[in-house]
């Protein structure tokens, strides 16, 4: 039974490219989550999704910044045109949603930019 | 207020002792609370889960709920070097579009010989 997959483990931008973060959750889980932590800080909320539908991004930064979920295929965070304070630990979290709220994380993407 | 609240720490005890972790939260609404471990440079691990008020035990760990004072609580009992790590706490609020998971910033716990 495998947990939730993410990848790449590791991912080095130049400053003004795209990072595409991908995200499996566990099966039987339709709910993701993506939080963002820096080095010595805790983890920030980014985006809560389902499957073809954003339940709350109310932690996602307004430019550069999208997440989708489709009915097939991972989850993926995109960031666009990085900057060197986007260097950071992106986790993904599943759970069943509906009522069972138990949230499982992936190994996380180190995201650096150069 | 945030939302999640937790001393940072770092908490030491000496092994073998009882170290307690607390954490409040802002939400009333709020009906799922978590404790997550993470040692340093890797992700969280859910270690408990409690939904009621009271007390939940699992081996050496015991959560406490207390709505009323919006407080929860972990117990490490027989504390080991390799209980060393961050414990974070989850609270999960309810909010227009549905629920969302919130963390505390975590309290670093430190077991020492």
């Known amino acids: 039974n495998a947990g939730v997959m993410q990848n790449p483990r590791h991912l080095v931008r130049r400053r003004g490219q795209e990072a595409r973060l991908r995200c499996s959750p566990m099966?039987?889980?339709?709910?993701v989550y993506w939080y963002r932590q820096l080095p010595e800080e805790g983890l920030k909320f980014m985006v809560y999704l389902q499957k073809e539908n954003i339940i709350d991004e109310s932690g996602m930064p307004k430019e550069r910044f999208s997440a989708e979920f489709p009915k097939e295929g991972p989850s993926i965070l995109r960031i666009q045109q990085v900057v060197r304070g986007d260097s950071a630990a992106y986790f993904c979290?599943?759970?069943?949603?509906?009522?069972?709220?138990?949230?499982?994380f992936g190994q996380g993407t180190r995201l650096t930019v150069v | 207020q945030k939302e999640v609240e937790q001393n940072s720490g770092p908490l030491s005890v000496p092994e073998g002792a009882i170290a307690s972790l607390n954490c409040t939260y802002s939400?009333?609404?709020?009906?799922?609370f978590f404790w997550y471990r993470q040692y340093s440079g890797k992700s969280p691990e859910l270690i408990m889960s409690?939904?009621?008020?009271g007390d939940k035990e699992d081996g050496r760990f015991t959560a406490q709920l207390n709505k009323a004072s919006q407080y929860v609580s972990l117990l490490i009992r027989d504390s080991q070097p390799s209980d060393s790590a961050t414990y974070l706490c989850?609270?999960?609020?309810?909010?227009?579009?549905?629920?969302?998971?919130?963390f505390g910033t975590g309290t670093q716990l430190k077991v020492e010989l």
């Open positions: 939400d009333r609404v709020s009906q799922s």
């Open positions: 989850a609270v999960n609020l309810v909010t227009g579009g549905g629920n969302k998971l919130t």
């Open positions: 099966k039987g889980h339709s709910h």
């Open positions: 409690i939904y009621s008020n």
């Open positions: 979290a599943s759970s069943r949603g509906e009522g069972d709220t138990e949230a499982f």
